[in-house]
């Protein structure tokens, strides 16, 4: 057989003259055939990106070129990613994993979340209420309410609250407690469906003392799931077993949510954490500092506290940034030095933009409501001034993929990731949206002063 390269090159010479060069180009320009086997041809490709969209969009076209190539119509192609190109996507991010006892191992676990403790949450006006209630409902006597749904925006302290509970409980009582992501929650439960588990699935979600169950505004538009989730709900309540939500979004705002669940989420007590206010945010900031083995002092961090004013997370990346570069230059933190470091966080010399700037902006240019923003409508009317939206929120805020796909009614982060190529290739080329993203950002930066 000829080798890979050359099959390749023959086969892309095909590819071309159907899809033309630009197409051509964007999707195919760094792929390779790595091997033939018995039942795949496998292609390499750069990026999970590229890997998506050829799988979605040309499996079928090289399936049938490919077989008819090689004379082989049983072949399938599968793409996989080719470890010697850069990869360009950051690649999804990995649901939560809870452990068969529980134990919380997933992604968060392993950075910055793994130790999340009550004594290290700072409380102030914006979180008091979330936190007397949560901890009401691991008081020995059964609490006033139940559910506790707390909810709040990204980077708020939803999960560390969460966290925290489930640390707490585990250590003062000999309940069987459980964290864990709604969307973990989801992949369980439709393994244990597809593998005739059900039963075991059951007896172990029905079985929880403690049920804390973090963003659960994934199950979002998921009626299928929505009826299970609504089942384990009622059995654990009719038990009298404590259950705390945490979502992005109050209970009404959560798209799709099945009337009785959302009912359900609401029948205890609802609390929303707010963005805290900059007393708060230093006292944070303070705890945060303290772990580390750099010395801030107080100047910096009223510094930070003040300019960082949107979420919490914000504010860590921002330590996480003087640590890194006061490390690498070997020198002391002082005021000049976070000024100096942290400019490349504000515009000019301004303040952090918030969510809600970039939003309004876009809103008031394409005279559009918010609830067509978040929508799943795909007229592009309302989809480019949405694609628009993501492109400047990952560009200026650098939220998560799937931050942002949480934020706009819980759309997959493949669906953020294909929006801000669409408008990345939009501004290589046509320097007039160039210019009219520039003076849309001047816009809002202006507002700001
Ligand atoms: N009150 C607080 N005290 C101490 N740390 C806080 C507080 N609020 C937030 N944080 C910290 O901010 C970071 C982000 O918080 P967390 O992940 O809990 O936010 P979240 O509301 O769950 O966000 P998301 O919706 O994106 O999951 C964490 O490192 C957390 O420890």
Redesign the pocket.
């Known amino acids: 057989m000829e080798p890979c390269s050359k099959i390749w090159d023959d086969i892309l010479e095909n590819v071309r003259e159907k899809l033309g060069p630009l197409r051509f180009n964007l999707w195919f320009k760094n792929t390779r055939l790595e091997s033939i086997g018995d039942a795949y041809a496998s292609i390499a490709v750069p990026n999970v990106f590229t890997q998506m969209w050829l799988q979605e969009n040309f499996s079928g076209l090289l399936k049938e070129d490919i077989g008819r190539f090689l004379k082989r119509s049983d072949l399938d192609v599968r793409f996989i990613l080719d470890n010697k190109q850069e990869k360009e996507i950051v690649l999804p991010e990995k649901p939560d994993v809870v452990d068969e006892k529980g134990a919380y191992t997933g992604r968060?676990a392993l950075g910055?979340?793994k130790g999340?403790l009550l004594e290290?949450?700072?409380?102030?006006p914006n979180?008091r209420l979330a936190y007397t209630a949560a901890l009401e409902m691991i008081k020995e006597e059964y609490p006033p309410f139940n559910p506790l749904f707390i909810h709040?925006?990204?980077?708020?302290?939803?999960?560390?609250?969460l966290v925290g509970i489930w640390n707490r409980v585990r250590k003062e009582q000999t309940v069987n407690a459980v964290y864990m992501s709604a969307e973990k929650w989801t992949n369980e439960f439709i393994y244990a469906l597809q593998k005739g588990k059900m039963e075991s699935f059951r007896q172990r979600y029905r079985n929880v003392d403690v049920f804390l169950i973090?963003?659960v505004h994934f199950l979002s538009n998921k009626q299928g799931v929505q009826e299970e989730f609504l089942h384990t709900f009622n059995a654990l309540y009719d038990s009298s077993k404590r259950i705390i939500f945490?979502s992005?979004a109050h209970p009404k705002q959560i798209s799709q949510l099945k009337e009785n669940l959302a009912s359900r989420f609401m029948s205890g007590m609802v609390a929303r954490?707010e963005r805290?206010e900059y007393a708060?945010r230093l006292l944070?900031l303070r705890?945060?500092a303290s772990k580390y083995d750099v010395y801030f002092p107080e100047e910096a961090l009223e510094y930070i506290a003040e300019k960082f004013d949107d979420?919490?997370?914000e504010?860590?990346s921002a330590l996480v940034t003087l640590t890194a570069h006061a490390r690498f230059n070997d020198r002391k933190i002082d005021i000049a030095f976070v000024k100096d470091v942290l400019k490349e966080f504000f515009y000019g010399d301004d303040k952090v933009v918030k969510v809600e700037e970039i939003e309004g902006a876009v809103l008031r240019h394409f005279n559009i409501s918010r609830s067509d923003l978040h929508s799943s409508r795909k007229a592009k009317t309302v989809s480019f001034p949405r694609q628009i939206c993501m492109y400047l929120i990952k560009n200026q805020l650098d939220w998560s993929y799937q931050?942002i796909g949480?934020y706009f009614g819980n759309k997959k982060h493949t669906t953020v990731i294909f929006a801000i190529k669409k408008i990345n290739e939009e501004l290589k080329k046509d320097d007039q949206f160039k210019s009219f993203l520039d003076i849309l950002m001047e816009k809002i930066k202006k507002a700001k002063k």
């Open positions: 968060k910055l979340n999340l290290d949450f700072v409380i102030g979180n709040g925006n990204v980077g708020v302290g939803k999960t560390h609250l973090d963003d945490a992005d954490i805290p708060t944070i705890t945060k979420s919490v997370r504010v860590e931050q949480n």
